[in-house]
Every structure is written in C-alpha cells, then in structure tokens.
C-alpha cells in the first residue's frame, strides 16, 4: 500500500541518517529514517518540511515544501519573540 504523508526532518545522524517525523492532521504520527541522500538536495537539513510518498516501508518519493518550511520557521521564530518580550516585560 502506498501512503503519502507530510514530513519534516527532525535531525540527521552522523551526516547520514534523516530522522524524518510523519504528520497526519498536524500530529505526529510516527518516524521513518532514511538515508539523506535519498531526499531532495534542498531539503537535506533539519526542520525542512517534504512531501514523501512510501511504500512497503520504502520511500519512494520525496518533494520539499519550501514555502511551508519557510512559513514554519517564520511562525517559530515570532513564537520565540513573543515569548521573550513577555519575559523582558516581567522584570
């Protein structure tokens, strides 16, 4: 059976291993590990969001998601200034 997921790269390991987490619904749902090469040039670093199609527990295709990885790392980083201008405001 073939399944489609969103994915974004947690980490890689020792340069070689992509520890990539599966969302269903904006949940993480499960890891799947796969050799870094495998996966797009461009979306070869952490945080990177991809589209991965798999099968039998193979990836088979992998697409980044620029605009989302993008998007994401706006969003985290106004959740970081929100919070230390609430911290900075305590003082």
């Known amino acids: 059976m073939t399944e489609t997921y969103i994915a974004t790269v947690d980490r890689i390991v020792?340069?070689?291993t992509a520890v990539l987490l599966l969302e269903d619904d904006?949940?993480?749902?499960?890891?799947?590990?796969?050799?870094?090469?495998?996966?797009?040039?461009?979306?070869?670093?952490?945080r990177a969001v991809l589209e991965i199609t798999v099968e039998a527990s193979e990836l088979?295709?992998?697409?980044y998601l620029p605009e989302i990885?993008?998007?994401?790392?706006?969003?985290?980083?106004?959740?970081?200034?929100?919070?230390s201008t609430e911290l900075s405001e305590r003082d």
Do not use: I, M, Y
């Open 26 to 46: 904006d949940e993480t749902v499960d890891q799947f590990d796969v050799d870094v090469t495998r996966l797009p040039a461009e979306g070869q670093h952490e």
């Open 60 to 63: 088979c295709e992998a697409e």
């Open 69 to 83: 990885t993008q998007s994401r790392k706006e969003s985290a980083q106004e959740r970081l200034n929100r919070l």
């Open 14 to 16: 020792d340069g070689q």
